[in-house]
């Protein structure tokens, strides 16, 4: 059983309106694996689904255990994390504060200082800026912050909602570059993105939604070189 989430047949609606039509996708352990799609195409939805934000019918299962009853709270005592959509920090808190505020799960003392230090070896940035309140950080280093609040629970899988949204093609990168140090560093991921070409380079696998469907999914290597894919996502 490797399978950190098995999601099957999951369905969001907004009234008449049916959001995600059935959707089923795996990740494994350690992979980085995406889901891309145009805007209105399902992402956010299956994303605040999976951490049961939002509505669902459909199974999902996390660490081999059924979720889809569980509060929020509870999927992200269990090791489920996400970074939504335009992530938001808190303005007027200190970066430190904003990552107190993530560390909500953190009980002891001792780990919180570990969780600090890793958080802050993995944006060394924040390190230096602890004590700035939050709205003094540029675009990126928000960005930044809002993916440290969500790893100061340490979390198994955590889920990132279009992180390159609205970022300069330069801070798309450095992103980029620190989600392949997370993975590296042990997390799993489940991205969204509208960004495909730099989705498929960094992930193993990726599935494509589009109109709440998936209608392709595989190994990013081959999705790359997938002439719809290229024609409709890559624009070559
Ligand atoms: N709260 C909501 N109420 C009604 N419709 C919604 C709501 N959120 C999303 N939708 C609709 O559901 C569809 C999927 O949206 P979304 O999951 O946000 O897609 P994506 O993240 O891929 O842009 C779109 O048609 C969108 O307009
Ligand atoms: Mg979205």
Redesign the pocket.
Known sequence: MRSVLEVQNLN?R??E?H??KGVSLRVEKGEIVALI????????????AIMGM?RAEGSVKFMGKDIERFSPWKRAQMGLSIVP?RARVFPNMTVLENLEVGAYLVKDKKVFKERLEWVYDIFPRLRERQKQLALTLSGGEKQMLAIGRSLMNKPKLLLI??ISLGLMPKLVDEIFQILIKLNESGITLLI?E?NTKKALEISSRAYV?QN?RVVKEGPSGELKEDEEIRKAYLGV
């Open positions: 969001v907004y009234g309106i959001a995600v799609g145009a805007n209105g195409a399902g992402k956010t939805s299956t994303l605040s939002i959509e909602d279009e969204s509208q939604l709440g």
